[in-house]
Structures are given as C-alpha cells and as structure tokens.
C-alpha cells in the first residue's frame, strides 16, 4: 500500500470527521444547544433525507440497475448480517426495538455519503451504477426492515391485527419509506422531473449528509457518557461491521459466480464504516443512542485501518486507473 493510497483514503474520510467535529466543538463552546440535537435530525429524516431518497429514486436507470449477481451478493449478506445481529441481540435479551437498530448498526453501510466519493476516485463515472444499487438496497430495504422490528418492539398490542394496523399506519406515514416509493413511482410515469424541482430536491437532499454528521458530534459532546459494557458492544458491532460485513460479501460472490470487477465493489461498499441512518432512527424513535453513536465513530475511525487492508487483499489502487 503506497503513500498516494493512504493519502486518498484519507482525503475522502476527512471531510466526514470534519463535520462531526464541527457539531462536537458548536456543542462543547456551548454555542449550539442541546435542543439541537433532536430538532435537526428532526429536518434530517422529516426533509433532507426524503428529498435524497425521492430524487434517487426518480433518477434511477432500471437497465443500468439490473445488476442480479451483485444485488443478491451484497443483498444477501446485508441480510444475513442483519437478521443474525437481531437473533444474537434478542438472545443476550435486548428488546426487538434495540436489537433492530443493532442490527441496522452491523449492516448500514456508508453507501451515500462515501460510497460515491470513494468509487468516483477508483473507477470514475462507472463507479456510480453499483454504488446506487447498494444505496437502494441500504436506505430502502434494510431501513424498512429496522423501522418493522423497531415498530413491532415499541407497541405493547397483544391483538395482531391491531398490531399490524399501528405498525401498518406507522409504516405508511414514515417519510423515509415514503419517498422513494413515491420516486419509483415518478420514475415509472416517464415524466421528466421540472427544472425547479431538480433545484430543491439537490438543494434540500444535500443537506441530509452534513446536517446528519453535525447532529453526531452534537450528541458525542453531551453528558451522555459510555459505559465499559456499551463501548465492547460498540466494538463487537463495529467488528461485525467492518471485518464480518465485508468477507461475507466477498464469500457470497465468489459462490455466486459474480464477475470479479463487480465482486470487488461489492465487498468495497460493504466494507464501508456504519452510515448515520442507524443513529437518526434511535433519536426519531426515543431509543437510547449511545451504542449507536460509538458504534458510527468507531467504525468510521475503524475504516481508515481496514478499507486500505480490504483494497490490498483486493489488488485494488486509490487512485483511478487511466
């Protein structure tokens, strides 16, 4: 691994620590409140993240996006993760709720907001369609399933159907299961989006990624410490996500006969640090966060050592081939 790898590596994540330290210093100098945490990631799901998902959604090439090999790979272990890290967290006996968001924290990848960066530098504009794919699957499908467990975990209804209906309802009224719906279905229509709602889609979806980050080292700078039993399960979940994560999807693909290209993507995007899905989900629905918050910082820390490792064992380069 070369100098000029590590160097790319680090240009790409710096940003990122950049602004969860921006919102970590606003908070500690007392110039941001501690209202602010849940306030703007209030803006985030309720606005900024609905507006990234819609305009993704509306702007997806399906052609491009019929990729079967590698969404069943990286599918396939994102759901085994998931659902594993679930069985694991129910039997050491954390509530569905929490272990839905555990399981979010072991398979979000930070498909959105390094996922493009990173493979825009590694493979340039063909970089973009495996990362949408993954992005899809990440915000929509395991968002869905989180938001499932989280729902049915915080209702004490005994009667199933009236179980189904709150968690229907909740589902239904949920704007980050909602827009993307409604992008496919724009999508499908065939009509073009007009020049003004492209503005204010890129203009408030823009937004979701460093309000998101900000709001982070808002909370990591609150009287909110961590506790030894928290912070190894930060570093198990965090391990599950940067080591376990990864060579499952590697595994998955080579079984599945991927082509080799895009089976190197798809471990990438796997091997990518925890996103922020998983703490703006513990804040909207009033779940303890300190997990959740060490497990993003450590796994972002964490990938600064591994996602070189990864790119070795790969054979890939950091910098885009001519």
């Given at each position: 691994?070369?100098?000029?790898?590590?160097?790319?590596?680090?240009?790409?994540?710096?940003?990122?620590f950049a602004l969860i330290l921006c919102g970590y210093i606003a908070r500690r100098g007392?110039?941001?409140?501690?209202?602010?945490?849940?306030?703007?990631?209030?803006?985030?799901?309720?606005?900024?993240?609905?507006?990234?998902?819609?305009?993704?959604?509306?702007?997806?090439?399906?052609?491009?996006?019929?990729?079967?090999?590698?969404?069943?790979?990286?599918?396939?272990?994102?759901?085994?993760?998931?659902?594993?890290?679930?069985?694991?967290?129910?039997?050491?006996?954390?509530?569905?709720?929490?272990?839905?968001?555990?399981?979010?924290?072991?398979?979000?990848?930070?498909?959105?907001?390094?996922?493009?960066?990173?493979?825009?530098?590694?493979?340039?504009?063909?970089?973009?369609?495996?990362?949408?794919?993954?992005?899809?699957?990440?915000?929509?499908?395991?968002?869905?399933?989180?938001?499932?467990?989280?729902?049915?975990?915080?209702?004490?209804?005994?009667?199933?159907?009236?179980?189904?209906?709150?968690?229907?309802?909740?589902?239904?009224?949920?704007?980050?299961?909602?827009?993307?719906?409604?992008?496919?279905?724009?999508?499908?229509?065939?009509?073009?989006?007009?020049?003004?709602?492209?503005?204010?889609?890129?203009?408030?979806?823009?937004?979701?990624?460093?309000?998101?980050?900000?709001?982070?080292?808002?909370?990591?700078?609150?009287?909110r410490p961590v506790t030894i039993k928290e912070a190894w399960t930060a570093a198990g979940?965090?391990?599950?996500?940067?080591?376990?994560?990864?060579?499952?999807?590697?595994?998955?693909?080579?079984?599945?006969?991927?082509?080799?290209?895009?089976?190197?993507?798809?471990?990438?995007?796997?091997?990518?640090?925890?996103?922020?899905?998983?703490?703006?989900?513990?804040?909207?629905?009033?779940r303890p966060a300190a997990v959740t918050s060490a497990v993003i910082l450590m796994s972002?820390?964490?990938?600064?050592?591994?996602?070189?490792?990864?790119?070795?064992?790969?054979?890939?380069?950091?910098?885009?081939?001519?």
């Amino acid at each position: 691994m070369t100098g000029a790898q590590v160097l790319s590596l680090i240009t790409i994540v710096a940003p990122i620590f950049a602004l969860i330290l921006c919102g970590y210093i606003a908070r500690r100098g007392d110039h941001i409140g501690a209202a602010a945490v849940s306030e703007l990631n209030k803006f985030v799901v309720y606005l900024a993240l609905p507006a990234l998902l819609f305009d993704v959604m509306a702007h997806a090439k399906w052609h491009d996006l019929m990729q079967p090999g590698f969404v069943a790979a990286f599918g396939l272990a994102c759901g085994a993760v998931f659902f594993g890290t679930v069985a694991v967290s129910l039997a050491v006996g954390r509530p569905l709720a929490s272990a839905g968001i555990d399981a979010l924290l072991g398979s979000y990848a930070n498909t959105a907001y390094m996922g493009f960066p990173l493979f825009l530098t590694l493979y340039g504009q063909e970089g973009l369609v495996p990362v949408t794919i993954a992005s899809i699957l990440t915000v929509c499908v395991l968002f869905a399933s989180a938001i499932v467990l989280v729902e049915v975990g915080s209702h004490d209804e005994a009667h199933p159907l009236k179980l189904a209906a709150k968690v229907g309802g909740a589902l239904v009224r949920n704007p980050l299961l909602v827009a993307p719906v409604l992008g496919v279905i724009y999508n499908l229509s065939g009509l073009p989006l007009p020049a003004a709602a492209e503005t204010f889609l890129k203009l408030l979806g823009g937004a979701a990624s460093p309000a998101a980050l900000v709001v982070i080292g808002l909370f990591l700078a609150g009287p909110r410490p961590v506790t030894i039993k928290e912070a190894w399960t930060a570093a198990g979940v965090a391990g599950i996500k940067l080591i376990v994560h990864p060579a499952l999807t590697w595994a998955l693909a080579v079984a599945l006969s991927v082509p080799p290209r895009l089976t190197v993507m798809a471990t990438l995007l796997a091997a990518l640090p925890t996103g922020t899905g998983p703490f703006m989900l513990a804040e909207l629905y009033r779940r303890p966060a300190a997990v959740t918050s060490a497990v993003i910082l450590m796994s972002t820390l964490g990938s600064l050592a591994t996602l070189p490792l990864i790119m070795w064992l790969l054979g890939v380069e950091a910098l885009p081939r001519p």
